[in-house]
């Protein structure tokens, strides 16, 4: 019983779309702009530099706080609280304010992993800026393309997997790497589908 309160609570906080709403307050339906995500980063590209750092403080926010008093209570043990902790992310992927159609979860993934373990928070930022750094020596001056960023996300995820089971990470906290993983890679699938689409024509011209 417990656990159902703790994860229907995560999940309420994570489902609260502050970027959507910001961006409402901003006069720009962010499901209208770029890609239609509703979260803080189309927010920045709809209503500029402030809100745009409000929205990611936000989302930020609503996972790191209520995952931080989760862990702090200490009223559940390890793959449970694992378990509720990825609440916030499913909540703000699949928000009942959005009928279902939330975000992308990035900012609020940061978010939890901050109140997990900063030391994998801090690993999953390393490993998006190298990887971010090589797309830029690999493609030149060509922008990146959303199907890229979308991978990198992803798949800097499956490698802090591979670097908390390197570093001997709590297995409730490796299976939530993974379990985050498969979340992103859900939330990035459309971008991801034309990223594979396009290497097979690539593939079919040769």
């Not at 910001?22 to 702009?33: K, Q, V």
């Amino acid at each position: 019983m417990t656990a159902l309160l703790w994860s229907a609570t995560l999940f309420l906080c994570g489902s609260l779309m502050f970027s959507y709403w910001l961006g409402l307050a901003a006069r720009s339906n962010l499901r209208e702009i770029g890609d239609g995500n509703p979260g803080a980063l189309n927010l920045w590209r709809a209503a500029g530099f402030a809100y745009g750092v409000v929205g990611i403080a936000l989302d930020f926010a609503k996972g790191f706080a209520p995952v931080a008093f989760m862990l702090a209570s200490g009223r559940l043990p390890g793959y449970a609280a694992a378990a509720a902790s990825l609440m916030p992310v499913l909540g703000h992927a699949f928000s009942p304010f959005l009928r279902g159609r939330g975000g992308k979860a990035i900012a609020t993934t940061f978010g939890v992993w901050c109140a997990l373990s900063f030391e994998g928070a801090l690993a999953y930022a390393v490993i998006l800026a190298i990887l971010l750094l090589g797309g830029r020596l690999t493609r030149g001056t060509k922008k990146a393309s959303a199907e890229a960023d979308a991978f990198q996300v992803v798949l800097g995820m499956m490698m802090l997997l591979v670097y908390a089971l390197a570093r001997a990470f709590p297995a409730p906290i490796a299976a939530f790497a993974l379990a985050n993983a498969l979340l992103l890679a859900f939330t990035h699938r459309r971008e991801l589908r034309r990223l594979v689409a396009r290497r097979g024509a690539d593939r079919m011209r040769r």
